[in-house]
């Protein structure tokens, strides 16, 4: 088993803050899924693909230690021959590979931040819109609705005048006929008057 802090950028912090998450070896960190190591503190989604491919750098670096311990039975040699085995392991040649990973990942990583970012601001604004143009139209449908009401009711009264006045003029024809008639009436009384003086003469 390889220790956590084997895995190049684990510290001791970051190294007991794996452990207490069930992380207590390089190989369990290997065998992990982004998604399980973002549930721990100070790891984002970039770093837990970094972390990933260090740690299957450093268990796969381990065969390679192991090979001195097949050869034990002369004792002076293990002691001068793991210091030429050892060396490959510690070439960072096969870790600059997964430092170029990491660049890659955090800038793929940006730029869907970004694109997220533009498409919600995008959506907003249309929402916004939407909302603007239904509230415009609704408004539009209120105050044509009043206009026309107000129509209606101009034309109600209107009508409602023009009926008054007819009627107006009704009322003085009528007036002017009981008038006339009156009028009449009187000169058939003096008429009738002159005729009954004249009667009285005779």
Known sequence: MTAVTAIKG??????KSLAANGFK????VAKATPAALIKVPR???ARAVVLIAAAKEATAAKPA???????KPA??????????????????????PAARKTIA???AEKRAEEAARKAAEEKA???????????KAKAKAKAEKAAKKLQEMEAVFSKAKDKVKAKAKK??????????????????????KKKDKKKAKK
Not at 10 to 15: D, S
Not at 65 to 71: I, L, R, S, Y
Not at 125 to 135: R, T
């Open 10 to 15: 684990v510290g001791e912090g970051l190294g």
């Open 65 to 71: 230690a192991p090979k001195p311990a097949a050869a």
């Open 171 to 192: 009322d003085k024809k009528k007036d002017k006929k009981k008038k006339a008639d009156k009028a009449d009436k009187k000169k058939d009384k003096k008429k009738d």
């Open 105 to 107: 990942a955090a800038a």
């Open 25 to 28: 070896t390089a190989e369990a």
């Open 43 to 45: 790891i984002g989604e």
């Open 75 to 96: 004792a002076k040699r293990t002691a001068t021959k793991p210091a030429t085995r050892r060396a490959p392991a510690r070439k960072p040649a096969t870790r600059r």
């Open 125 to 135: 604004a249309a929402e916004i819109a939407a909302a603007k143009a239904k509230k």
